[in-house]
């Protein structure tokens, strides 16, 4: 892959971990408490920041808070037309849904297609009070009327740039970059 | 991304291991979907998929309905005793008809090993071979390997035991095919009637007693006895077919202590297995095979869909 002209950085670790405590902080506020409240990240970014948020809120309330994972790939409206296929996750959803307020959790929000898909999803799992969504990056250019209750960060874009998060856990670091495609 | 780079699915023994890892983890994802309230996705909405049966089965072809229905594909089943192959049209002339109804995959299930290669050269449909004669059964072949890992972690380094007519079933040639491409010991066992003359060329063991098989397997894989080759003097009776090669709680013991036992079903109870062992949850996974069947035929449709890009 040929180098990226433009690489930078516009999030670090220390400014992706305020943001994640404010959204905790906010999830609390807007919900007054945890009850019935659970958290979906949607894989493979938004399973750690789901986990970070888990950790963050249940530090607060003092009592742990359900976490499932989602793929959303056999949701997707696009996959009759390729047949390269992004590889199959396992989707976690070890609790009913069903009278729940459930966040879900991704790491950027871009045409609102993979939320969509994950909205499909879940009602498929149960039928949930409430579907409210937590991003760190919100980088605009919605193609749905989607939009997100809890934004770590508005991140205007060109479509010609890609925002990537790089998280610890799968990347070995925490920042956002913005960098132009190739 | 990845892709299968196939258009069909005909036989293990064209497969790479990773084309058989790829087909086994995306199964394994598939897993959840049959535990839901609702099992159901709607990945491949629109798409029809045609289950084209020549020969009786109902494990497998349920197997393909179910996992396509799963999947939200229109599926349509039909077997040669209800078409207009009992009026006497050939596979080549019934395939090209239900090509021009446009159909994106076809189920074949056939007696004569490479129909579904045949098909596969005339018709634009992915073909997915549910049986073809003596040669191969992929699909079956892909479920045992999904549950062996399952249950061992692994599939490389195991020693796999599989006990029965080598000669005529296609259920241990794929096995075979998959097990030594993924790094497992295979040996078999069976009369010599039914024990093809150079099995050994495919890289197992061969051996004409069970026991011999057995000793020190992980797996130990049954395979049915067709009752209608006893009347070519393939074997004499089922009572001395079953005093030589029928897995009991004795010969069982040569296998490890965690051993599992497998059978691809339908089970001719106390002929190759001992009704005791087929029904005892510590070892037997029969069940599991069935269920993980589902999810493997789920992954061959989902990773043979989509578009032709590059």
Same mark, same amino acid.
């Given at each position: ?18 943001? @994640? ?6 999830? @609390? ?9 659970? @958290? ?118 060109? @479509? ?23 | ?310």
């Amino acid at each position: 892959m040929p180098e990226n002209k433009d690489h930078k950085i516009v999030m670090d670790r220390e400014g992706i971990e305020r943001c @994640l405590t404010r959204i905790a902080y906010e999830i @609390l506020e807007k919900n007054k408490g945890m009850d019935n409240l659970v @958290l979906v990240g949607i894989r493979t970014g938004g399973i750690y920041l789901a986990e970070r948020l888990q950790k963050k809120i249940s530090a607060i309330e003092g009592k742990n808070i359900p976490l499932g994972i989602l793929d959303i790939t056999l949701y997707r409206d696009d996959i009759a037309r390729s047949n390269k296929k992004a590889p199959l996750g396992k989707t976690k959803i070890p609790f009913d849904l069903t009278d729940k307020k459930v966040i879900l959790v991704d790491d950027v929000l871009f045409t609102g297609r993979t939320i969509r898909a994950a909205m499909d999803a879940l009602i498929d799992f149960g039928r949930p009070k409430m579907i409210q969504l937590a991003v760190l990056i919100d980088r605009g250019h919605r193609e749905l009327p989607i939009r997100a209750d809890y934004v770590g960060k508005n991140l205007p874009s060109s @479509l010609w740039e890609a925002v990537s998060v790089h998280l610890l856990e799968k990347n070995g670091t925490d920042e956002v970059v913005i960098e132009e495609e190739t | 991304m990845m892709k299968l780079g196939k258009k069909d699915i005909l036989g293990i023994r064209d497969m790479t291991p990773d084309e058989i890892r790829l087909i086994l983890d995306t199964a394994e994802s598939f897993l959840e979907i049959s535990t839901r309230d609702i099992k159901k996705v709607p990945t491949l909405r629109g798409k029809s998929v045609i289950n084209l049966f020549y020969e009786a089965s109902t494990r497998t072809r349920t197997s393909f309905e179910i996992a396509g229905k799963r999947l939200s594909a229109d599926t349509i089943n039909i077997s040669a005793s209800s078409s207009s192959v009992v009026k006497g049209e050939t596979l080549i002339d019934t395939a090209r008809n239900l090509e021009a109804m446009n159909p994106d995959i076809i189920v074949l299930r056939h007696s004569a090993a490479g129909a579904p290669h045949l098909l596969a050269s005339l018709v634009r449909q992915s073909i997915i071979n549910a049986g073809d004669g003596a040669n191969e059964h992929p699909s079956q072949a892909l479920l045992d390997m999904m549950t062996i890992r399952e249950k061992k972690g692994r599939i490389d380094g195991l020693k796999v035991a599989i006990i029965g007519d080598i000669l005529h079933s296609r259920v241990a040639r794929s096995n075979i095919h998959g097990l030594t491409k993924m790094g497992a010991r295979v040996a078999v066992a069976g009369p010599a009637t039914m024990m093809p003359r150079d099995i050994e060329r495919l890289g197992v063991e061969a051996h004409l007693k069970i026991d011999d098989a057995i000793v020190d397997a992980d797996v130990v894989m049954m395979l049915r006895i067709q009752l209608e080759r006893q009347k070519q003097n393939i074997f004499p009776s089922l009572r001395e077919y079953a005093q030589r090669f029928c897995l009991n709680r004795r010969n069982l013991q040569l296998a490890r202590p965690d051993a599992i036992v497998m059978h691809p079903g339908p089970m001719n109870r106390g002929v190759e297995i001992s009704p005791d062992i087929a029904d005892d949850p510590g070892c037997s996974v029969i069940l599991d095979q069935v269920n993980n069947g589902v999810a493997v035929r789920m992954a061959l449709f989902y990773l043979l869909s989509g578009g032709n890009d590059e």
